[in-house]
């Protein structure tokens, strides 16, 4: 992930973007212990402390100093350094492009290798639900078993092949030419292996100027090193599919003698037809970015705020019908664990032992305003990354959306007799959190990564001209309760601070809407609501959050779509310093994801993987995805900074259900399509579960790997040179 570490973020945002992510703290002890936990990681041999111990020191060499402050100064001085060294891309960097000039792991320690050579690819994955494939309902991690897998003879295109190194400001620029099948369905395969020390990347595609994808990386391993497949359904952008496109793929990578992980990634897309009939929106007619237009320039088009101005100028088809403005939307930096910030009133609160914290507060609301008028917001699901807290929750079982982060949804159809009123009309995307006085407002963190744009659906005639009244928007400033209490000890010192957020929304826009295919009232509604527990202890060291965000989406009008959304997160981290210096960091996170989606929505629920089943007329009504994963890890260092250890453990279950149109009652979970419950011990799946259609099938990748043996070599000490989570300006509840 972009970070304001340079080593992971040197060049990306160009220009005056850049400066902001290159302004850095390293005050914080604790932010000092997110810094060296990567520093350590780099070295760290996870499970094995015999190998630790003789492992010489790579990691460890890394200037860690039990004084907190001392290896600060050392740290910043160090990455300073880096900063300039890799101002510009390295004859290191270009170098290790060729894969026989990759760099070796050389903190791989003997006995580590002898074990690497028996080891086999550890596969990384998401849980998810099956996308459809020409030949069924197909795994979205790939792991074959479902119907068999991919038979030959498949309409595929290969967009991608491509090693990302150094990558940072050097996008993979390609040309698609659509194949000569008929299809009506594209499905992407994003497949990446990769050996050596890394951070966990992020990844954005765009066709020209419109973002269609985001996701990440997991962090690599020891050679043979880790591999993941992501499968996405991405048939609402046939409006793409059906003509050349240029592929922009952004994955900022850097490679040094000490990150050495390249991603080698390779894309193809499977173009089929299909007859399934879902309630999903047909695709649209039409797709408007609203980014910062740099495909032409062969360069990548996302906003970086507050720092841009995330403001389109638009001149609106005059035919439309109907109009969804779609948000891809993460935080990174300081604002990578937004949903940990503190107050902005007490970003010093424990200044004075853990250094300042990361503030304005932990909400965050995304607006869509058109003409300055807000038209809907996003709350956005907290993704939590594959090195984010702790890198043993993450592996091999990646958390929910960090290899497919999911857009929001806002239908803007009340807002089309406005647009389609010859005249150009602005779009702006902002970011807002919590200022110093608590009031909601634009701006704050840094480094908000956004792109919109709007699928619209034409009428048949272009000469037809859509007409109405004037959106009527009824937003009433959000409701916010905020409470916060500081426990000092009897010198004045602060010890404990606990913070309590909670923010309640509801807005409504309507309007009369007539086009050439229907005229009536449409309207557009979200009820919103966030609490956050924060309790900040032991003088700034220890964090946890206890969150709830909740909303209900729903248009109406000729088209119904409506999405209820649940995602509640509980993340307890605890950091200890003996007076040796030994340094334990311990984080148990629990998060949920339910998600019921009903009617048109743009983008593929996973339905359609399951047609013709019992229901209604399209089988189902509506989809609901409902998981939760919960894990624990630690990781360990001695004082003199010559031994670390870590280990881990997660299980998720995932449960995917259609509910029968015809909603029976007492059938509010619906019928269960797809059911998975894994689980993973020390970087090892112990247990993978999973049922299609109530019938049991096949495990998952993980635990395919598992039966050859991972068990063992894992057990024996593999799970190496682990680059935790990248660094965080802030508390180090973000390694
Ligand atoms: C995982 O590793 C830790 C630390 O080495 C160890 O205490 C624990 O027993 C291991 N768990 C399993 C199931 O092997
Ligand atoms: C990436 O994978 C491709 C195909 O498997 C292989 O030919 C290439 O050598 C790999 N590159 C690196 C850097 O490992
Ligand atoms: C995905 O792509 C990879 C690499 O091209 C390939 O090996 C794999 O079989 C594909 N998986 C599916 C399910 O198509
Ligand atoms: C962003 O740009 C729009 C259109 O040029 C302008 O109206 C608006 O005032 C700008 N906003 C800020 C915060 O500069
Ligand atoms: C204690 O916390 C308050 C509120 O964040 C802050 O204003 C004050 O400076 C802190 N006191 C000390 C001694 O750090
Ligand atoms: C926070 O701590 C740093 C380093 O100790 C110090 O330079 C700075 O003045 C402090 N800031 C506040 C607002 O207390
Ligand atoms: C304040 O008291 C705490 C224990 O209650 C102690 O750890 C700390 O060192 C003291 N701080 C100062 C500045 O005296
Ligand atoms: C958070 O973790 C600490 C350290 O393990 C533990 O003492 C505390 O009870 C935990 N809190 C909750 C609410 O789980
Ligand atoms: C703490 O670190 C020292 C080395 O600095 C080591 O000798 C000692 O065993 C460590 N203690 C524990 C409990 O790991």
Not at 250 to 272: E, R, V
Not at 305 to 331: D, H, K, M, W
Request: aromatic share 10%; net charge negative; hydrophobic share 40%.
């Amino acid at each position: 992930m972009a970070s304001p570490d340079p080593e992971k973020h040197p060049l990306i945002d160009g220009g005056n973007a850049a400066l902001p992510t290159l302004r850095r703290r390293f005050s914080s002890p604790l932010r000092l212990l997110a810094y060296l936990f990567v520093f350590l990681a780099v070295g760290l041999v996870v499970f094995s402390r015999i190998q630790t111990t003789s492992c010489r020191g790579s990691v460890l060499d890394a200037s860690f100093s039990p004084n907190a402050v001392t290896a600060a100064k050392h740290f910043d001085h160090g990455i300073v350094e880096l900063e300039r060294a890799t101002a510009k891309p390295s004859s290191h960097g270009i170098q290790s492009r060729s894969p026989t000039d990759t760099p070796a792991d050389t903190a791989t320690p003997t006995t580590a290798t002898t074990a690497t050579a028996m080891a086999t690819v550890l596969e990384n994955f998401e849980v998810a639900q099956p996308v459809l494939m020409p030949y069924g309902p197909a795994d979205s991690d790939g792991s074959p078993g479902l119907d068999g897998g991919a038979p030959p003879g498949l309409c595929t295109v290969l967009l991608m092949r491509h090693d990302f190194a150094w990558s940072y400001g050097s996008p993979f620029v390609g040309n698609y030419t659509p194949p000569s099948c008929k299809f009506n369905r594209v499905v992407l395969n994003f497949t990446v292996v990769s050996y050596g020390r890394q951070f966990d990347r992020l990844a954005l595609m765009y066709f020209g100027d419109t973002e269609v994808w985001r996701t990440s990386t997991a962090e690599p391993t020891v050679p043979p090193g880790i591999r993941w497949v992501y499968l996405k359904d991405t048939t609402e952008y046939l409006y793409f599919w059906r003509s050349p496109q240029t592929v922009i793929f952004d994955l900022g990578n850097l490679i040094d003698d000490k990150y050495t992980g390249i991603f080698n990634t390779t894309l193809t897309a499977t173009f089929f037809h299909s007859d399934v009939a879902t309630d999903a929106a047909p695709p649209s007619d039409l797709i408007i970015p609203i980014s910062a237009r740099q495909g032409a320039n062969k360069a990548v088009s996302q906003f970086t705020l507050p720092q841009q101005n995330a403001t389109n100028t638009i001149s609106f088809p005059r035919n439309a019908r109907r109009a969804v403005f779609s948000l891809s939307t993460c935080g990174q930096a300081s604002e990578e664990f937004w949903w940990s910030n503190v107050l902005e009133s007490d970003v010093y609160a424990f200044n004075a032992t853990a250094g300042e914290l990361p503030g304005y507060s932990p909400f965050r609301e995304v607006q869509v305003l058109i003409d300055g008028q807000l038209a809907g917001v996003e709350w956005p699901f907290p993704v939590i990354f594959t090195g984010g807290v702790s890198p043993g929750l993450h592996r091999p079982i990646a958390s929910t959306e960090a290899f497919d982060l999911k857009e929001h949804q806002i239908d803007i159809t009340a807002f089309l007799p406005l647009l389609c009123d010859g005249n150009p009309h602005t779009f702006t995307i902002v970011v807002a959190g919590l200022d110093y006085d608590n009031d909601l407002t634009p701006g704050g963190g840094e480094s908000w990564y956004v792109t919109g744009k709007i699928f619209v659906w034409l009428d048949d005639d272009p000469a037809s001209i859509t007409t109405g009244s004037a959106p009527a928007i009824h937003a009433p400033a959000p409701a916010l309760s905020i409470a916060r209490s500081l426990l000092q000890t009897a010198n004045g010192t602060n010890e404990t601070l606990v913070y309590d957020t909670a923010v309640q929304r509801s807005l409504l826009v309507t309007a009369r809407v007539v086009s050439q295919a229907a005229a009536g009232d449409v309207s557009w509604s979200q009820t919103l609501s966030y609490t956050n527990r924060g309790v900040v202890s032991a003088f700034g060291y220890n964090q946890l959050n206890d969150i709830l965000i909740r909303g209900t989406d729903e248009a109406n009008g000729p088209t119904h779509y409506r999405s209820a959304y649940t995602y509640p997160l509980f993340a307890n981290q605890t950091y200890t310093v003996a007076a040796q210096g030994n340094l334990t960091i311990w984080g148990h996170v629990r998060q949920g994801k339910q998600v019921e989606t009903e009617g048109a929505s743009v983008f593929a629920t996973g339905l359609e993987a399951f047609p013709g089943s019992a229901g209604g007329k399209f089988g189902y009504g509506s989809a609901v995805l409902d998981t939760t994963k919960e894990g624990t890890a630690v990781f360990e260092q001695t004082g003199d900074g010559k031994s670390s250890t870590g280990w881990g453990d997660a299980r998720q279950v995932f449960r995917f259900a259609g509910v029968s149109t015809e909603g029976v009652l007492g059938d509010e979970l619906g019928t269960e399509l797809y059911w998975r419950s894994v689980e993973a011990v020390n970087g090892s799946v112990v247990r993978d579960e999973k049922r299609v259609a109530g019938k049991a099938v096949g495990a998952g990748a993980g635990a395919a790997a598992a039966a050859v043996g991972r068990v063992d070599t894992i057990g024996k000490g593999l799970f190496a040179q682990v680059p935790v989570r990248g660094t965080r300006e802030g508390k180090g509840g973000g390694v």
